[in-house]
């Protein structure tokens, strides 16, 4: 299975980089690419043979390598959230936590909640749990986003904006 | 007329993006973050959080600049604190503004949003829960 992580880009993120460490070792025949963020250590990542690691991919580039990945991991951040409910990606989320310094706030812990009530898509408290789910990740099961649900709501959000515009 | 839509690199930028598609406007120009690291926007300020207060207000005189040069009718953001500077330029020059919180937040309004309350035209939530009177949900992108 090829898999992108994406660790988001303020602040470390640690614990993603163990659950790529984790995931790189027990399945050593995956293809594995990691945006790792610009304050990764990413001397100790790129001694793993499997793994293609930048602190941050060109966007380009990064187009690229989300569109191969058969499942993407992420931050609980918007972008790529929004990216793989557009795309019908299947991914898995871990939050990044404000008490262990992952960020400012716990916004994410309450993103990654309200992905989950509306797109029932699962995101992970702690790296063994996430490691898990990855290594037992069953793509064909895995639930399937609508993307004409996405379509409707935004088009009737534009059709509201664009009046409230012309009131200004 | 003129947006000028401003967010700052990452999901903000992402979002900004989905909301100019949706906009039927004459004419759209970006400003964001991290330049050098993408090319979508005409015009960059340096990325810094809501908190660190002394960093933002230095980069005021860049952000007038942005909204003098480019003139707009109406300036957009999604945020986050560098998206809030260029909204109060805008404010500062007379021009309509328009905040729209990032669908990231769900259970309450952003810092940087809850700034944009004491001057921008209009404020908006991406979560029914949250629209409480000057705050109105009209919608969302996801």
Redesign the interface.
């Not at chain 2, 690199?9 to 979002?15: E, M, R, S, T, Y």
């Given at each position: 299975m090829r898999i992108l992580f994406a660790a988001g880009t303020q602040f470390p993120f640690p614990r993603m980089d163990q659950v790529v460490h984790e995931v790189s070792r027990q399945r050593p025949s995956w293809p594995l690419v990691y945006q790792a963020g610009p304050e990764a250590s990413i001397r100790r990542l790129s001694s793993l043979p499997n793994l293609q690691v930048q602190p941050l991919f060109a966007v380009e580039q990064y187009r690229g390598l989300f569109s191969e990945a058969d499942l993407v991991v992420t931050h609980a951040g918007m972008g790529n959230i929004l990216a793989c409910l557009e795309q019908g990606k299947p991914f898995l989320m871990l939050p990044r936590l404000a008490r262990l310094g992952e960020h400012r706030n716990d916004h994410q812990m309450d993103t990654a909640e309200a992905i989950t009530e509306s797109y029932g898509i699962s995101f992970h408290e702690d790296v063994d749990s996430l490691v898990r789910a990855i290594l037992t990740y069953d793509a064909a099961s895995a639930s399937v986003v609508d993307g004409d649900t996405i379509r409707t709501r935004r088009e009737a959000f534009g059709k509201q904006l664009n009046a409230l515009i012309g009131t200004l | 007329?003129r947006v000028l839509l401003v967010a700052s690199?990452?999901?903000?930028?992402?979002?900004l993006q989905?909301?100019a598609?949706?906009?039927?406007?004459d004419e759209q120009i970006f400003a964001s973050t991290a330049d050098g690291?993408?090319g979508g926007a005409s015009y960059y300020l340096d990325d810094f959080?809501v908190?660190e207060l002394w960093r933002g207000v230095r980069q005021l005189p860049r952000a007038v600049r942005i909204v003098r040069r480019s003139q707009p009718d109406?300036v957009i953001s999604t945020g986050a604190a560098p998206g809030l500077l260029v909204l109060f330029a805008g404010f500062l020059l007379g021009k309509?503004t328009?905040w729209v919180d990032?669908?990231?937040?769900?259970?309450?309004l952003?810092l940087s949003g809850r700034a944009a309350k004491l001057f921008a035209?209009?404020v908006l939530t991406q979560?029914p829960d949250l629209a409480t009177g000057r705050v109105c949900y009209?919608?969302?992108?996801?």
């Open positions: - | 007329m690199f990452g999901g903000h930028w992402v979002q989905r909301l598609e949706l906009l039927e406007v690291h993408h959080s908190r109406l309509k328009l990032s669908i990231a937040n769900c259970r309450r952003s035209t209009r979560w009209l919608g969302r992108l996801l």
